[in-house]
């Protein structure tokens, strides 16, 4: 699509993953239209299948977001999958093999076995062609290990990166995720029903993820959690709302190292959404508070400087 040329497949292509691959054009096209065009592509039909394994799947980074899907759908998840090569490049094997013991342990504390992948999809495809891998590509690659497990698995869970109030354009969406589903296996998207603070809130309740807990990914200095991201202030930040301790994210906030974040154009909305948390949540948080408006006014100046 983003090249728009034809395709031609040379072996048989399951029908029903056939016409959902139109569908995911149109939605990619109607929402990039300046960089993805429709095409077209030949194959050989093959007639749908029609058993279904029935294990239910879900994917496990050990982030927020997986964390809340795998505990509030733990009796219908039969496995969860952690993949290495998607957050963490498939070169990185000292952080990957301690997000993997991470992953163990926490499906272990959840009884759920954990089957383990490891793919060079997002290096060669998405980060090799320059396919945005936030805005386009991870929902299709996350669909792709989906179809190699649809053996084992018949239904496997994305978990949702936004709530349905503030659902946009992105690689992992409830409109476009089912469109890589096949007749052997369906891909969902996980719940839409609770915001990232929301989410913080139901798994700091969880030893399991407060033990377990993997948000970060800059990974600075290859640490687990470098708790001076963003990402990892805004999660650490939700904890604390919540009331609760990470073990990964032991770390008090400082507002002089908040102070001298820099926050890019891209996340300045979410940075005055946990603002906005800390305020409704009445934590008279003064310092921390100045702190954060002070790193998005210095935001605003450094954007425009090399840093």
């Known amino acids: 699509m983003k090249n728009n040329v034809p395709v031609e497949f040379n072996g048989v292509i399951d029908e029903f993953a056939a016409e959902n691959s139109y569908r995911a054009q149109n939605i990619l ?41 795998a505990i509030t759908q733990h009796d219908r998840i039969t496995h969860l999958i952690f993949v290495h090569g998607f957050d963490i490049r498939p070169d ?15 499906a272990s504390d959840l009884g759920k076995p954990l089957i383990e992948v490891r793919t060079t999809l997002r290096s ?3 980060d090799a062609h320059r396919v945005p891998w936030g805005h386009v590509y991870h929902g299709a690659a996350l669909a792709h290990v989906a179809t190699a497990l649809s053996p084992h698995l018949g239904t496997v869970i994305v978990p949702s990166s936004y709530p349905l109030e503030q659902l946009k354009p992105w690689g992992s969406h409830p ?21 990232r603070f929301d989410k913080i809130a139901r798994i700091v309740d969880s030893p399991t993820a407060m033990t377990h807990l993997r948000v970060c990914w800059e990974n600075r200095d290859g640490r687990y959690n470098c708790e001076r991201c963003f990402k990892c202030f805004r999660t650490r930040l939700g904890i ?23 926050i890019e154009p891209t996340r300045r909305q979410r940075f005055r959404e946990a603002l906005a948390e800390l305020n409704e949540r009445g934590f008279d948080e003064p310092e921390l508070e100045k702190a954060m408006r002070s790193a998005i006014r210095r935001s605003y100046l450094l954007q425009y400087f090399p840093r």
């Open 29 to 69: 096209a109607e929402w990039y239209p300046r960089h993805y065009r429709r095409t077209t592509f030949e194959y050989r039909r093959a007639a749908s299948e029609t058993g279904r394994a029935s294990g239910v799947g879900c994917f496990f980074s050990g982030g927020v977001d997986s964390f809340y899907s």
């Open 92 to 106: 990185d094997e000292n952080l990957g093999n301690r997000a993997l013991e991470g992953a163990r342990a926490a």
């Open 124 to 126: 060669v495809f998405s």
């Open 175 to 195: 409109d476009l995720d089912p469109a890589w589903s096949s007749s052997t296996v369906s891909i969902e998207h996980g719940e839409l029903d609770a915001g």
């Open 240 to 262: 604390m709302f919540a009331g609760g301790e990470c073990v990964t994210l032991s770390s008090p906030i400082d507002p002089t190292t908040v102070r001298r974040m820099y």
